[in-house]
């Protein structure tokens, strides 16, 4: 049995954690949760651990040799789940307060492999897994698992019967067929005819089986007129649609919109060519292009090829039979490229590169013929390196579902915020930190903002192996910088010294730049977005930090003070620019309780927030919040109540003190 030490002190149940109790052994619930982790992003499930209002508490298993040989037969029944994910070291036994807990490592399972399910039915037993805990899945999202599953017949090459060349946009075919030949001016394929020409590129097919021969989803999808496309028979929910939102003036929802509205054939070759030529004119990127000695642009630079290869792998990526279809979204600080759909592969796979999976292939070859959606891999890594290269924050991957949808997000905000850089210079000196190399400061930077740092934290921000990684950080251990934490999976580093001061702290959570990365999001389908969801109103009309409905009153008065959010904001800005603040507590299982502490304050320095708006934006469970830490920052004085004469007021609310860095 082997000893690890864990941060229980604030870790809880999430997304990708499951405590089970097991005193009666092996719990009915824990195949549900396997299978959802497996059907998900995988996760861990702790046997012998119980979550309560008051945190995580270690209960033990008893025997827990014999839960393991329990474990191990049952997983390995197929009348109890099909299909066994698990090597012997994804199970381990811990030693944790003198009791035994087993700690399950679940995999995402591959595209091959899902569904995983409990029992014999897929369609009873399939589950995925949300914030709201394990959720039996629909028909529908089995089915669509089913689908993705085959690798040799593509989503895209469906024939579509009844339909013909006359449903083809012509324009859209000349112009592609001139960009072609710009770039591969003597290929063999154009000369063709263009059925013939379709043909070869996969957007026209006959099955010999049947003898039925015409269009494929792809050739529509890609050249055909918008009502053709959106028929009934073919792709009723397509949806494209590019927004700007660039403009000075808040009340002004976009600078710039390209949606489906009739003034042009709304194919997916159209979409593209208007959204990189919008891409490339935007003089706000501030990356200038090279030129030649006549002063005309010669070729693209890195950046904005991944902004073409992002919008490419949205286009070749999504399920275009999904909801909400293509949203390319351009904000003063980030680009946001959206698809309906799951991803085929993991987001580690994805980070890693050099393995293609792809949703449409006739559409990928199309884009490949332009020198677009190259084959080599996920075009993610590629994307990373880019934005590596500008020392910017790293674009983070995310995936929701009901409905199912991928969201690619690239920050254009700097990876090296100074106020932590001076404070780190400070504390080590400047020639020691001179010494180091990027990947190291930004390492010490990472720690220093989130209050620890992992090799998995650092996977999805630098461009160099896990290995790799792995030497950074013990180096600089060895260089006095960091201490280690934990073994194996559970290992962080902290800042030697302990974390910055917590009124440094503040400042710098308080007032950091939208745009970060790797945030949690609120989409359509998102659990913290539905109507129902104690998350959806999270700024009632009359109580908004911002509402006119606060003037007047001294207690609502003072956000213009100790550095606060002053002057109108929309409701939409004040919510993204929370969910930033929130971050570094949101996404991760597990911080420290002194980071969560300052998070808090720094989400109430931009006005009053009930325990249902933070524990939101932080999702954790509310009554633990408050019990734990809240309550402990009021003591402190650190945060104020709206109604201090009526502590357990209905409508309660906190804001930060005014001058206070506690």
């Known amino acids: 049995m082997s000893q690890q030490l864990h941060l229980f002190d604030s870790l809880s149940e999430g997304r990708d954690i499951e405590f089970k109790s097991a005193r009666g052994g092996l719990p009915r619930s824990l195949w549900e949760t396997y299978s959802a982790f497996a059907n998900t992003a995988g996760g861990v499930i702790y046997l012998g651990i119980k979550e309560t209002d008051e945190g995580a508490v270690v209960q033990g298993v008893d025997d827990p040799d014999g839960l393991l040989r329990d474990f191990w037969a049952a997983i390995n029944n197929r009348q109890k789940v099909n299909e066994n994910l698990l090597k012997a070291d994804d199970v381990e036994v811990l030693e944790l307060d003198n009791r035994y807990v087993l700690e399950i490592h679940v995999p995402r399972a591959s595209r091959e492999q899902r569904p995983v399910y409990v029992g014999l039915d897929p369609y009873e037993g399939s589950y995925r897994r949300d914030h709201e805990g394990d959720f039996k899945c629909r028909r529908s999202e089995v089915q669509g698992m089913f689908a993705d599953q085959s690798d040799a017949v593509a989503a895209d090459s469906r024939i579509l019967e009844h339909f013909g060349l006359e449903d083809f946009d012509e324009a859209s075919l000349r112009q592609y067929r001139n960009r072609m030949a710009s770039r591969q001016p003597s290929h063999p394929w154009l000369s063709l005819e263009d059925t013939e020409f379709?043909?070869?590129?996969?957007?026209?097919?006959?099955?010999?089986?049947?003898?039925?021969?015409?269009?494929?989803?792809?050739?529509?999808?890609?050249?055909?007129?918008?009502?053709?496309?959106?028929?009934?028979?073919?792709?009723?929910?397509?949806?494209?649609?590019?927004?700007?939102?660039?403009?000075?003036?808040?009340?002004?929802?976009?600078?710039?919109?390209?949606?489906?509205?009739?003034?042009?054939?709304?194919?997916?070759?159209?979409?593209?060519?208007?959204?990189?030529?919008?891409?490339?004119?935007?003089?706000?990127?501030?990356?200038?292009?090279?030129?030649?000695?006549?002063?005309?642009?010669?070729?693209?630079?890195?950046?904005?090829?991944?902004?073409?290869?992002?919008?490419?792998?949205?286009?070749?990526?999504?399920?275009?039979?999904?909801?909400?279809?293509?949203?390319?979204?351009?904000?003063?600080?980030?680009?946001?490229?959206?698809?309906?759909?799951?991803?085929?592969?993991?987001?580690?796979?994805?980070?890693?590169?050099?393995?293609?999976?792809?949703?449409?292939?006739?559409?990928?070859?199309?884009?490949?013929?332009?020198?677009?959606?190259?084959?080599?891999?996920?075009?993610?890594?590629?994307?990373?390196?880019?934005?590596?290269?500008?020392?910017?924050?790293?674009?983070?991957?995310?995936?929701?579902?009901?409905?199912?949808?991928?969201?690619?997000?690239?920050?254009?905000?700097?990876?090296?915020?100074?106020?932590?850089?001076?404070?780190?210079?400070?504390?080590?000196?400047?020639?020691?930190?001179?010494?180091?190399?990027?990947?190291?400061?930004?390492?010490?930077?990472?720690?220093?903002?989130?209050?620890?740092?992992?090799?998995?934290?650092?996977?999805?921000?630098?461009?160099?192996?896990?290995?790799?990684?792995?030497?950074?950080?013990?180096?600089?251990?060895?260089?006095?910088?960091?201490?280690?934490?934990?073994?194996?999976?559970?290992?962080?580093?902290?800042?030697?010294?302990?974390?910055?001061?917590?009124?440094?702290?503040?400042?710098?959570?308080?007032?950091?730049?939208?745009?970060?990365?790797?945030?949690?999001?609120?989409?359509?389908?998102?659990?913290?977005?539905?109507?129902?969801?104690?998350?959806?109103?999270?700024?009632p009309p009359h109580n908004e930090p911002f509402s006119p409905h606060n003037a007047g009153r001294e207690s609502h008065s003072e956000h213009a003070t100790s550095g606060r959010a002053t002057g109108p904001a929309s409701r939409e800005d004040v919510q993204t620019l929370l969910e930033r603040i929130a971050e570094p507590v949101s996404r991760r299982a597990r911080v420290r309780p002194e980071l969560l502490r300052q998070t808090i304050l720094a989400l109430c320095n931009h006005g009053y927030l009930s325990l249902r708006d933070i524990a939101g934006l932080l999702r954790r469970d509310a009554r633990n919040l408050r019990d734990r830490h809240i309550s402990v920052l009021v003591e402190r004085g650190a945060l104020r109540l709206e109604y201090p004469e009526v502590p357990n007021h209905r409508k309660q609310r906190y804001v930060t003190a005014v001058g206070e860095n506690k």
């Open 198 to 539: 379709l043909a070869k590129l996969g957007g026209w097919r006959r099955d010999r089986a049947t003898g039925l021969e015409g269009p494929t989803v792809a050739g529509l999808l890609m050249f055909g007129r918008t009502q053709a496309i959106t028929d009934n028979e073919a792709v009723p929910a397509f949806q494209v649609d590019y927004r700007e939102r660039l403009a000075a003036d808040e009340n002004v929802r976009w600078s710039d919109r390209l949606t489906v509205d009739g003034t042009w054939e709304a194919n997916l070759f159209q979409f593209y060519m208007r959204v990189v030529q919008k891409i490339h004119n935007d003089d706000a990127l501030k990356i200038p292009f090279a030129r030649n000695a006549q002063g005309y642009r010669e070729g693209q630079t890195v950046v904005h090829e991944a902004l073409q290869e992002a919008l490419v792998n949205a286009l070749i990526h999504a399920d275009h039979a999904g909801q909400g279809g293509i949203i390319v979204e351009r904000f003063a600080e980030h680009f946001e490229f959206s698809n309906p759909g799951t991803l085929l592969l993991s987001v580690e796979q994805l980070i890693r590169g050099g393995v293609s999976e792809c949703r449409n292939k006739s559409l990928q070859t199309m884009f490949q013929m332009l020198g677009a959606g190259d084959r080599a891999g996920s075009g993610l890594d590629k994307i990373r390196s880019s934005w590596h290269a500008q020392h910017w924050q790293s674009p983070s991957l995310h995936e929701r579902f009901r409905p199912d949808r991928v969201k690619l997000i690239l920050p254009m905000v700097s990876l090296l915020p100074d106020g932590f850089l001076q404070a780190i210079r400070h504390r080590f000196g400047e020639t020691s930190v001179r010494g180091l190399d990027e990947d190291e400061v930004q390492t010490l930077v990472t720690a220093a903002f989130e209050g620890q740092v992992t090799n998995q934290r650092l996977q999805s921000m630098l461009t160099a192996h896990r290995v790799d990684i792995t030497q950074i950080l013990r180096g600089l251990v060895d260089k006095g910088f960091l201490e280690a934490h934990g073994q194996r999976r559970g290992a962080y580093y902290t800042l030697v010294g302990g974390k910055i001061p917590d009124n440094q702290d503040a400042a710098i959570l308080g007032s950091r730049r939208i745009g970060s990365a790797d945030v949690p999001l609120n989409e359509p389908g998102s659990p913290h977005n539905a109507p129902d969801s104690a998350h959806s109103e999270s700024f």
